[in-house]
C-alpha cells in the first residue's frame, strides 16, 4: 500500500441503487448527484466516515455533458465512474486506466474533505474535462492542497 495511505482502513461493500429512476431521457446516462443522494441513504446505515461509491455507468449533471464522478463538498459521499477512463488506454494499457480510477477516486475523496478545484494542471485536485487532463495530473495533492487539508483535518 502506498505511503500516503498508510493508517487508513477501506473496506469494500456491495450497494444495490435502483438507477433505473436516474437514467437522462434518450440517453444512457445517469444523473450523478441522484447517485450521490442514495449513497448517503446508505452510508447513515453504515459504520463508517465516508462512502466511495465507484460504477462503471456514463454519469453526467445537467450543467455538463459527463462527469468522471461526483463528491459532497465538504461531506460524506463521492462517486466516480469508470466508464469513460477506459478510453484510449492502448499505450498504457490496465496500468494507465487503474491510475485514472485512483487519481478520480483521491479527486473526489479531496472534495469529501473540503479540497476545491485547483489551478495546478498536476494536482489531483485539478477539474478533469478530459482524459488528457486526468493523465496529466498526478495521484497526489499539491503543496497548497495539502496545506489545505491540514487545515480541515
Known sequence: MPEKFEGISCRIVE???NVEEFVKAGSNQYHSTKILQALERHQRNMEVDTVLGATDLDLYMPSMNFVFGEAQLPGKVAVISTHRLKG????GGEDLFLGRVMKEAI???GHTLGLTHCHSPTCVMFFSNSLKDT???SEDYCRSCLGKLREYT
Open 15 to 17: 450497494v444495490s441503487i
Open 107 to 109: 479527486h473526489e475523496l
Open 88 to 91: 484510449n488506454t492502448g499505450y
Open 135 to 137: 493523465d496529466r495530473k
